[in-house]
């Protein structure tokens, strides 16, 4: 029987990245409309407010959406609007939702709102940017600004020595698209990418939220990944950086938590998240991850914790 590997997950490492660097996304995709943003004034997420505006919409399967409140350098506008989405896989329909989702928050909030794209997905040639259409002099052109991840492609020695956090994030998606039939490559590839952390000198803090994002997304068979986490400590032990060995009992475990934090709302909403005092008791750090995993199959809040509970009790037996 084959050994079964778990399905990329695209979207909760992404969203999370975007929380964690919004600022750093902007700079990185779209350097102009960084320049002329007032960061010194903040900006503040209005992800359930997006909720609002779209959720009697159905255009299909929505990935990531980002609705971020902004202030212009100069502006005569007090504040405005910046609509983002992330899309990992081809959509016929994508132009149309960008247009709906656009106009359906200027209508909500009366602000300009800029709606800007990331495409993650494997087609080179997909690249849609325009919604409109024509009737008795009546027009409407709808045109927003693309990034193709494809096209980094071609810039990986920029990307590797790049100080911006969105390079790494860049990297690890595309080693995940290519190496999709070979998890042995993946591991080496994985291993490369946690190397290259190191020899960039980030912090400590952005070392293990891009350590995150890479375990995250560059998933592997068990076998395959305990043979990763052995070559890390092999890694760090050579560098004397001890960051991931630590990691491996303290802020993996709260990375685990801040994803379990996430994915809860983000299926069953804030409600949701009182259980969270109860699954930051448990130290496993497999078990944490297993919480994690179940989270996309589980129907309801106390399905999931009928499953970790009892995980839970079975621990308690064995010791």
Same mark, same amino acid.
């Given at each position: 029987?084959?050994?079964?590997?778990?399905?990329?997950?695209?979207?909760?490492?992404?969203?999370?990245?975007?929380?964690?660097?919004?600022?750093?996304?902007?700079?990185?995709?779209?350097?102009?409309?960084?320049?002329?943003?007032?960061?010194?004034?903040?900006?503040?997420?209005?992800?359930?407010?997006?909720?609002?505006?779209?959720?009697?919409?159905?255009?299909?399967?929505?990935?990531?959406?980002?609705?971020?409140?902004?202030?212009?350098?100069?502006?005569?506008?007090? =504040?405005?609007?910046?609509?983002?989405?992330?899309?990992?896989?081809?959509?016929?329909?994508?132009?149309?939702?960008?247009?709906?989702?656009?106009?359906?928050?200027?209508?909500?909030?009366?602000?300009?709102?800029?709606?800007?794209?990331?495409?993650?997905?494997?087609?080179?040639? =997909?690249?849609?940017?325009?919604?409109?259409?024509?009737?008795?002099?009546?027009?409407?052109?709808?045109?927003?600004?693309?990034?193709?991840?494809?096209?980094?492609?071609?810039?990986?020695?920029?990307?590797?020595?790049?100080?911006?956090?969105?390079?790494?994030?860049?990297?690890?998606?595309?080693?995940?698209?290519?190496?999709?039939?070979?998890?042995?490559?993946?591991?080496?590839?994985?291993?490369?990418?946690?190397?290259?952390?190191?020899?960039?000198?980030?912090?400590?803090?952005?070392?293990?939220?891009?350590?995150?994002?890479?375990? =995250?997304?560059?998933?592997?068979?068990?076998?395959?990944?305990?043979?990763? @986490?052995?070559?890390?400590?092999?890694?760090?032990?050579?560098?004397?950086?001890?960051?991931?060995?630590?990691?491996?009992?303290?802020?993996?475990?709260?990375?685990?938590?801040?994803?379990?934090?996430?994915?809860?709302?983000? @299926?069953?909403?804030?409600?949701?998240?009182?259980?969270?005092?109860?699954?930051?008791?448990?130290?496993?750090?497999?078990?944490?991850?297993?919480? @994690?995993?179940?989270?996309?199959?589980?129907?309801?809040?106390?399905?999931?914790?009928?499953?970790?509970?009892?995980?839970?009790?079975?621990?308690?037996?064995?010791?």
């Amino acid at each position: 029987m084959a050994k079964k590997t778990p399905q990329t997950e695209y979207d909760s490492p992404w969203k999370q990245m975007l929380q964690l660097y919004f600022q750093d996304f902007m700079l990185f995709f779209f350097p102009q409309a960084h320049s002329e943003i007032d960061w010194s004034r903040g900006f503040i997420f209005l992800d359930q407010e997006l909720q609002q505006v779209v959720r009697d919409a159905e255009l299909g399967k929505r990935l990531i959406d980002k609705l971020v409140k902004i202030y212009r350098i100069g502006g005569e506008e007090e =504040w405005l609007l910046i609509h983002v989405e992330v899309q990992s896989q081809e959509e016929t329909d994508f132009p149309r939702r960008m247009f709906v989702y656009n106009y359906r928050i200027f209508d909500r909030y009366n602000r300009s709102v800029a709606s800007l794209a990331v495409l993650g997905d494997d087609n080179i040639k =997909w690249r849609p940017n325009q919604f409109g259409y024509e009737l008795f002099g009546c027009s409407v052109d709808f045109q927003f600004p693309v990034i193709k991840l494809l096209d980094y492609q071609q810039r990986l020695a920029q990307l590797e020595t790049s100080r911006n956090p969105f390079a790494t994030v860049v990297m690890a998606h595309l080693v995940a698209m290519q190496t999709r039939g070979d998890k042995l490559q993946r591991k080496q590839q994985k291993l490369a990418l946690v190397r290259q952390l190191y020899e960039q000198g980030f912090d400590r803090d952005a070392v293990l939220n891009l350590f995150g994002f890479i375990d =995250w997304i560059l998933t592997l068979p068990l076998d395959l990944e305990r043979e990763f @986490k052995t070559e890390v400590e092999q890694l760090e032990a050579q560098q004397s950086m001890p960051y991931m060995t630590s990691f491996e009992r303290i802020a993996r475990i709260e990375g685990l938590l801040e994803a379990i934090e996430l994915g809860l709302e983000l @299926k069953f909403g804030s409600s949701s998240l009182f259980v969270i005092e109860e699954i930051s008791q448990i130290e496993d750090v497999e078990q944490l991850r297993a919480i @994690k995993e179940r989270i996309k199959t589980a129907n309801t809040v106390d399905e999931l914790r009928s499953f970790y509970q009892t995980s839970i009790t079975d621990t308690q037996l064995e010791s």
